[in-house]
């Protein structure tokens, strides 16, 4: 396969794994494994890949293509350091030609030896401000990851990246739509809720608010609680009843 076929290739696979997954998280799962892949057949390595990404106001998310690239995921929480979060941070390629003789990150470089690899290459992956990623191969032989293994890794990094940047973007866009939703239904039903009142209790909207508000805060809940709770009464109970805080 020629290197432009090739590029059109990666194109559009990973460009498949974003509309195929469900989810970032799920994106994030296929394109381990399918990374893994690749550069397994690319390279003549067995080897095992993580991706890692953290973006603002939500907690690090992480993949791996194996049981092995997952626990390394773990340990990589639980330390807060190891080379992919190196990677992300410099924005720049790190390598760990030996895990046993590296000293950057001795628990981290513990488990990658426990896990039986020996080499580990973490790239970042360029993404819109308030995100960053990287993703990193392992492999069980030292000294794996040569000049032309790491050219061949980055180059497929930087398809990765539009990948990657593309289902964050879908996800920002649809967490936006679900919190835009959710607070329609909040406000629906606390306007259905505060028409409940006014009938009961002969009163304005500005009154009737004030008291599911006041309900609210004496019980410490969250106004929408209450108004859902006024319409389950509501539609269930036979003839009108009023509204008791």
């Not at 970032?24 to 057949?41: D, H, P, R, W, Y």
């Not at 497929?156 to 990657?164: D, I």
């Not at 606390?190 to 009961?200: C, E, R, T, W």
Request: proline share 4%; net charge positive; with cysteine.
């Amino acid at each position: 396969m020629t290197g432009t076929r090739l590029g059109q290739y990666l194109a559009e696979r990973l460009q498949d794994l974003v509309l195929e997954s469900t989810d970032v998280q799920n994106f994030l799962t296929e394109l381990s494994v399918f990374s893994a892949g690749f550069i397994g057949k690319t390279t003549g390595l067995p080897v095992l890949c993580a991706v890692t990404l953290v973006r603002s106001r939500r907690s690090e998310a992480s993949a791996g293509s194996g049981p092995g690239a997952r626990l390394l995921g773990e340990i990589q929480r639980a330390t807060g350091l190891s080379p992919s979060l190196a990677a992300l941070e410099a924005g720049a390629t790190v390598s760990v030609p030996d895990a046993r003789a590296d000293s950057r990150w001795p628990r981290y470089n513990r488990a990658v030896v426990k896990a039986g690899q020996l080499s580990v290459l973490a790239l970042p992956l360029q993404l819109d401000p308030g995100a960053a990623a990287s993703v990193a191969f392992f492999a069980p032989e030292a000294g794996a990851f040569d000049d032309e293994a790491i050219v061949i890794c980055e180059a497929f990094a930087a398809r990765a990246s539009k990948a990657v940047r593309l289902a964050v973007r879908i996800g920002a866009s649809k967490d936006l739509n679900d919190d835009l939703l959710e607070a329609l239904k909040s406000r629906t039903s606390i306007n259905l809720a505060s028409g409940i009142v006014m009938g009961q209790s002969r009163c304005s909207q500005a009154e009737a608010f004030t008291i599911l508000s006041k309900v609210s805060n004496n019980r410490n809940v969250k106004l929408r609680v209450v108004a859902e709770e006024l319409l389950r009464n509501f539609n269930t109970t036979p003839g009108a009843t009023h509204f008791h805080g």
